[in-house]
């Protein structure tokens, strides 16, 4: 893909080692949108029950085989950070600068995510199952993520200062430190031992209930625009979907967009 020319041409052919890898228009196409499929049944089905995970965990008399918290979260989240690193390193050919700068981008967010969120984190245990699935989508997702950007997409020198690198790295470190400050207020809000729901106060949250959500949809749709392809667009919707439903927070607060939904 090159940037300049927009989402819609993604037909190109890819070399390797003197191999010639087909990044052909259907193949993203349909990924990308088999993604945001995923994402829409995901929120379908949220709708109608909940994924047993913290507040919605089974009791005693259901037991489940689980996961403690900080271990769930570095095992599901680990391949979205080792997975594109991998591809990064094994590259036979090294990337252009603005290939390189948008893949170390989504790695710095799930760097933090696995090394820094995940020994922070003080919730509940993680059923296994959800933490086997979790960490099957990272691993696909990182790979066509990872893939796509560094054998398939292609940025000229110009790309490096257009709006849309510009604004979208820009809304993507927003979004982070949103996410990052939301999880530090969510994490404050029981002392050791409760595991009474509270509802957050401060940062997003004075406007809406889901502020950490909120604030990894800004980062991912700020990546969508900077990379400007369908395979991030895509991540991005599903993140949107991905989400829970709330139902106990103030009036005057909206779910996850202030002011609007």
Request: positive net charge.
């Amino acid at each position: 893909m090159e940037a300049g020319g927009g989402i819609g041409t993604w037909m190109r052919f890819c070399f390797r080692n003197n191999e010639m890898l087909l990044c052909g228009d259907a193949m993203v196409q349909s990924s990308s949108w088999g993604l945001m499929a995923m994402g829409v049944a995901y929120l379908f089905r949220q709708v109608h029950c909940h994924t047993p995970y913290g507040r919605y965990m089974p009791g005693s008399a259901d037991p489940v085989r689980t996961v403690p918290a900080k271990l769930a979260w570095f095992l599901q989240e680990l391949p979205s950070f080792l997975v594109p690193m991998l591809l990064i390193l094994t590259s036979h050919e090294p990337p252009g600068l603005g290939q390189t700068l948008l893949s170390w981008t989504f790695c710095v967010h799930y760097f933090q995510r696995t090394f820094i969120y995940s020994l922070l984190t003080n919730g509940r245990p993680t059923p296994l199952r959800i933490v086997i699935f979790a960490a099957i989508f990272c691993s696909l997702n990182g790979l066509f993520q990872g893939y796509y950007m560094l054998y398939c997409a292609k940025y000229s020198e110009s790309w490096l200062s257009d709006i849309r690198l510009v604004t979208g790295l820009t809304l993507f470190f927003l979004g982070m430190a949103i996410n990052i400050h939301s999880d530090y207020i969510l994490r404050h809000l029981r002392r050791p031992g409760e595991v009474v729901y509270r509802i957050p106060k401060g940062g997003m949250f004075e406007y809406v209930s889901g502020a950490n959500f909120f604030g990894e949809i800004v980062e991912w749709f700020g990546y969508a625009i900077a990379t400007w392809s369908m395979p991030s667009l895509s991540f991005a919707i599903f993140t949107m979907f991905y989400l829970e439903k709330f139902t106990d927070y103030p009036r005057s607060r909206k779910a996850v967009i202030p002011f609007i939904f």
